[in-house]
Structure formats: C-alpha cells, structure tokens
C-alpha cells in the first residue's frame, strides 16, 4: 500500500500539458485519492509525512494532507486528527496552511482534540490563511471557536471585513447556539446582499439544528 500511496501522490503532483485539466493526470490522481477509504492508510500517510519533513518536500506533503484530510472526513479518528493539526505548526506556506485547513472544514474535529492553533490562525495577516482558518472553526465545538467568530462577526466595517464575516457567520451556522443569534443579528441589515444573506442562512441552521 505504501508503494502504491508513493505513486499516486507522484501522479497527484505530476506536470504535463493538456488541452483539458479533465484529462490531466494529476486531475485523475486527485479523484482517485478522494475514492479511498481505508482508515489503515492514516497511518501510512503519518509516516510518509513524517518521512518527508523538508522544506523542498512540500509538495508531497501537500498532497499527502489532501488524502490524509479526505480520509479523516471519512473516519475522524482523535489520534490522526491530532496529528494532522498539530502539522499546521510545521509548514510555512500560506497555500498548504490554507489547503489543508480547507480539509478540516469538511468534518466535525473531536471534542478532545486541541484546535488552539486553528484559532491562532484565524487571525493570521495572511488573507489565504486567515479565510480558511475562520471557516475551518465550523468544525470546532469549543466556546474559543465561538468567540474568534464573535470578534468577527461585531466587526462594525462590514465593507472591510467582508469576507471574514461571512466566513464567520458561515462556521456559526454549524456550531453556533442559540445565544449566539443575537450576535449575528447585527448584520441581518448590512447593505452588503452576500453579508445580509451569510446571517439569514446561519440564524435559520442554527434554529433548524436545535430544534
């Protein structure tokens, strides 16, 4: 398995010219890793990673947190969720951070797994960074994850923060509560439609969840 691992996360970074990304390598590689669906591969995939710590590896570590994150939506096992957090402290670029803070928004992260590092990132001066980390705070049941998002969300420049607003009012719809409403409230008048909207669609999932 682990040679077979090796060889897709070479097709998953292999560069060629196509007329259709369709038709790719690399595309196929991609759709052929999110099909996979054995927990036993977490382990391997930890190892490859750990194997595979410098910084000119980057790109095979990337592409091994995309299986790594896929798998975890699948089983979210505390022990590998962990772990895959814990290595947003080891990279350094802004596009696998955010790349793999994009996995974390696809499952709801173990209650004991320590998503500190998530909220740190939430206020990152990188945009790419920032972005991702606020939306990956969905999948945070923590109160620390809520009051990251209430910062945002009682940002006054709704022109400004646009986007962190909406991202926030986004991870709400998943986690909030309903004392958190009132909260979001605040920006059911904005005059920014898409702003306006993230707040309707957030009350409604949470008034919807805990019915």
């Known amino acids: 398995m682990e040679k077979y691992l090796q060889g897709l996360i070479e097709r998953m970074n292999a560069k060629e010219q196509v007329v259709s990304s369709s038709e790719s390598i690399s595309f196929k590689a991609y759709r052929e890793a999110e099909k996979l669906c054995d927990p036993q591969v977490l382990g391997l995939l930890r190892k490859m990673i750990q194997a595979h710590s410098q910084k000119k590896e980057k790109t ?18 505390s022990d590998y969720a962990a772990f895959f957090i814990e290595q ?3 990279e350094d670029d802004k596009y ?3 790349a793999m803070l994009d996995r974390l928004c696809e499952f709801e992260i173990p209650d004991d ?3 500190d590092i998530i909220t740190e990132l939430a206020y990152s001066e990188k945009w790419q ?28 420049d709704d022109k400004n923060y646009k986007y962190e607003i909406i991202y926030a009012n986004a991870a709400f719809g998943k986690i909030g509560v309903d004392s958190d409403i009132s909260v979001i409230e605040t920006h059911l008048h904005s005059r920014i439609r898409d702003v306006r909207l993230s707040a ?6 949470i008034k919807s969840r805990n019915v």
């Open 60 to 77: 095979f570590r990337n592409a091994a947190y995309f299986i790594y994150g896929k798998l975890l939506a699948k089983f979210p096992i």
């Open 88 to 90: 947003l402290k080891n």
């Open 96 to 98: 696998v951070i955010s």
């Open 113 to 115: 797994v320590n998503t």
């Open 129 to 156: 960074i920032r972005y991702s980390a606020i939306s990956a705070l969905g999948s945070c049941n923590s109160q620390k994850a809520r009051d990251v998002l209430e910062y945002y969300i009682l940002q006054e």
């Open 200 to 205: 309707e669609f957030a009350i409604e999932n």
